[in-house]
């Protein structure tokens, strides 16, 4: 969806856009946007979380849980056992990363399902934000786990004769996670989002044939913030993985 059809963009943008251009000293063309729509949205859903999870925190309880609590004690608990399962057993402690990222990119996939709105992970910047992320933490607790200098060995590979080839290799590997995390996600969620715009656009939003392609879209939402968590848990385990649990 292009920029000028979000009503919303177009108003933050005439109401912060000119006071941000001139903070700092910005020179915006004419239609051109200050705060571009993937900005928007992104801080839209950070926002929405903020607001919900407060809300769902004052109504936890032991004896009489709601239903939203049900299903996220179930969510959490699955991805508690996806990390023991791909990490080892000291995956939990990577739980608050993990879910914060899951929590984030599935509703910022849902996003684009609501008219007036789009997904911030449509646009490849923000993909490319949460890919890099994933990136320099799971190296961080490579480090920290191991030291730096014996996780940098372990690039060399198991013999130190090959080393020359393996170092090359291994560099190249890691270095093309973040890319691979970033064009997989962006061009699913971009693909999904263009379908359902489309059938809109052709059919108006009150007609029910987008409705299977919405259906589409929510599953391949879901999924696509699934494969990239499973992803940053593979990566996670190769990183912070001891000589017994490798």
């Known amino acids: 969806m292009e920029e000028h059809e979000l009503f919303i963009v177009e108003w933050i943008n005439g109401l912060l856009g000119h006071p941000i251009a001139v903070a700092f000293g910005m020179q915006v063309e004419e239609g051109e946007h200050v705060i571009p729509t993937q900005v928007i949205m992104a801080t839209l859903v950070m926002i929405f979380c903020f607001v919900f999870f407060i809300w769902l925190r004052s109504q936890l309880s032991v004896e009489n849980p709601g ?35 899951g929590v984030f990119i599935v509703f910022s996939n849902l996003l684009g399902l609501i ?18 992320i994933v990136f320099f933490y799971y190296n961080f607790q490579g480090m920290r786990e191991h030291g730096v200098f014996k996780y940098l060995k372990h690039f060399a ?72 968590l499973v992803l940053t848990m593979v990566y996670l385990g190769g990183a912070v993985a001891t000589e017994e649990h490798s």
């Open 67 to 101: 239903k939203v609590q049900q299903v996220f004690e179930v969510v959490v608990e699955f991805l508690g056992d996806q990390l023991d399962e791909i990490v080892g057993f000291k995956g939990r402690k990577y739980l608050n990363l993990v879910g914060t990222l």
């Open 157 to 228: 590979g198991p013999i130190w004769w090959m080393a020359p080839l393996m170092i090359p290799i291994e560099i190249i590997s890691h270095l093309a996670r973040p890319f691979s995390l970033t064009i997989r996600l962006f061009v699913n969620i971009f693909a999904e989002e263009a379908l359902v715009l489309a059938f809109f656009a052709l059919f108006g939003i009150g007609v029910l044939l987008p409705l299977p392609f919405m259906a589409y879209a929510l599953f391949g939402g879901l999924l696509q913030g699934f494969i990239f």
């Open 115 to 132: 008219p007036g709105f789009a997904a911030p992970t449509s646009n490849i910047n923000v993909p490319a934000g949460c890919a890099f």
